[in-house]
């Protein structure tokens, strides 16, 4: 079966684009920037630009094109010993897909509120209480399924269905050609408009100034290279599969520097377009900028929707922001569920329409989980291992191996080949020695920190099975599939 390909360059490029830029630009990367020393922040985060996410992302883009396969079929081909490292990114993938379509889901019940404000004055007490039901539930206690969420979580799938369903062509690339540029427009709009709102520029002022105390505490070196790893979905099974389309003679090394530098400069932009909204909100409130300012799914449900009642004509700007919200995460769960896919269809030799059938038809029902009352509980807890133990651990194996046990001389030879200008031995040095150092020193705090702290305060109990149960489920499974692999060959 010959593999599909993308139509353009500029195709391939929106998707990468569009796996990269998720809701995590546009509510997690200003509130790291702020809490981690503000405009000096951006110089870890533009060292592990240099030295993990470019290079990391030529490695991935350069392994998917030469072996033409997902993860698995890549990484077994690599070493077939490595196989299970495949399916383990693409079991972390398919876990970020059912929770993810939740926090879309919000948002597109938010987008249809952000006519008439509906969301009232008290908006944390309306998303946690009204909106989210949440009462005394817990991770393992969900109550029941909330239907007006779930209803708005089977639109998300619908849309990423069509787009998985209809092929690399015709789904993926015309939904990437179409949602970026909206996105791009979109928030273009919101700060050309939010930037001229009395006290905008203090809180832009404030997100930017910078704290140069910070640059020696290696928390925020740690945060900013999560951040990198989290923003770019590298190590967990998209790019692979992406880049496997692309034709023999792919530029490389520009399709990677185009895609990380247009992702990160997105982060920036959607920077200035939230700290814009927060000074305001501060200077309309009377409070100081730290007391409005909140992480997460705090800012994008309860900060901004109060923010959005003060602004003037909500009703244009409020759907503006979270019709941008949507798009957003919905570019990226399509990459996500490509990733799944691809997989499958590499492995058991389905049609495309069969595998996108059956993978999104389980997807919906196991994200149900995520439209009860406990849904945001156990969302929080799942994220919190995919992101912190999974993408990390699964990201420090995929270079230990590929930087180590491949000669990454060949491959940066490789790429040269095929690429219009060259890189130098600072990839070998970076993808050999500086990646990996700081990846081994996240994973063993991020380790250290949930045996000795926990998270959350969830109890004990629910950390073994939903968060260590889960990831270690997930390895047994990809080590599983690697040995029937093993005795089939």
Not at 55 to 73: N, T, V, Y
Request: glycine content about 10%.
């Amino acid at each position: 079966m010959k593999r599909e390909q993308w139509g353009s360059r500029a195709g391939f490029i929106l998707a990468a684009v569009g796996s990269a830029i998720g809701l995590g630009n546009i509510w997690r990367f200003p509130y790291m920037a702020y809490e981690n020393g503000g405009g000096a922040f951006f110089i870890p985060y533009l060292f592990a630009m240099i030295t993990a996410g470019i290079p990391f992302m030529i490695l991935e883009f350069s392994m998917g094109q030469k072996h033409r396969g997902s993860a698995p079929a890549t990484l077994a081909k690599i070493n077939t010993k490595f196989e299970w490292l495949g399916w383990f990114q693409v079991g972390v993938a398919a876990t970020i897909a059912v929770y993810y379509v939740a926090v879309i889901g919000w948002a597109i019940s938010y987008f249809g509120m952000s006519f008439t404000q509906s969301w009232g004055s008290d908006t944390n007490a309306f998303f946690f209480g009204e909106y989210l039901q949440l009462g005394d539930n817990s991770p393992t206690n969900l109550g029941s399924i909330q239907w007006k969420i779930a209803a708005s979580m089977l639109i998300a799938w619908g849309i990423t269905y069509a787009a998985i369903a209809g092929g690399v062509k015709a789904g993926i690339e015309r939904a990437a050609k179409i949602m970026m540029p909206v996105l791009f427009v979109m928030v273009l709009l919101l700060i050309a408009r939010m930037i001229f709102l009395p006290g905008a520029l203090d809180g832009v002022n404030y997100m930017f100034e910078p704290d140069f105390s910070k640059i020696w505490d290696v928390k925020v070196w740690a945060a900013a290279y999560g951040q990198i790893f989290f923003t770019l979905s590298i190590g967990f099974a998209i790019m692979l599969a992406y880049s496997s389309y692309l034709p023999e003679k792919s530029d490389i090394t520009n399709n990677a520097f185009m895609t990380v530098l247009i992702n990160c400069g997105f982060s920036i932009l959607a920077g200035i377009m939230i700290f814009s909204v927060l000074g305001y909100m501060a200077q309309e409130q009377g409070k100081p900028l730290t007391e409005v300012v909140t992480a997460g799914v705090g800012l994008a449900f309860v900060t901004l929707p109060a923010a959005i009642n003060l602004l003037p004509a909500p009703y244009i700007l409020g759907p503006l922001f979270f019709f941008a919200l949507v798009i957003a995460g919905l570019s990226s769960h399509i990459s996500i569920m490509e990733a799944v896919t691809s997989a499958v269809i590499d492995k058991l030799k389905w049609r495309r329409n069969k595998a996108a059938t059956i993978i999104c038809g389980s997807g919906l029902i196991i994200s149900m989980a995520f439209a009860t009352n406990g849904g945001l509980l156990l969302l929080d807890l799942v994220d919190h291992f995919a992101n912190n133990i999974g993408i990390v651990t699964s990201c420090l194996i995929e270079i230990v191996l590929m930087a180590w046990l491949l000669k990454i001389a060949d491959v940066r030879e490789y790429v040269n080949s095929i690429s219009d200008f060259s890189i130098g031995t600072w990839f070998d040095v970076c993808l050999r020695f500086i990646t990996p150092i700081i990846l081994a020193i996240i994973v063993a705090t991020k380790f250290q920190t949930l045996l000795t702290e926990g998270y959350g305060g969830y109890a004990q109990s629910e950390l073994m099975l939903l968060g260590w149960g889960l990831m270690g489920l997930l390895a047994v499974v990809g080590v599983a599939i690697n040995v029937t692999t093993k005795k089939e060959a």
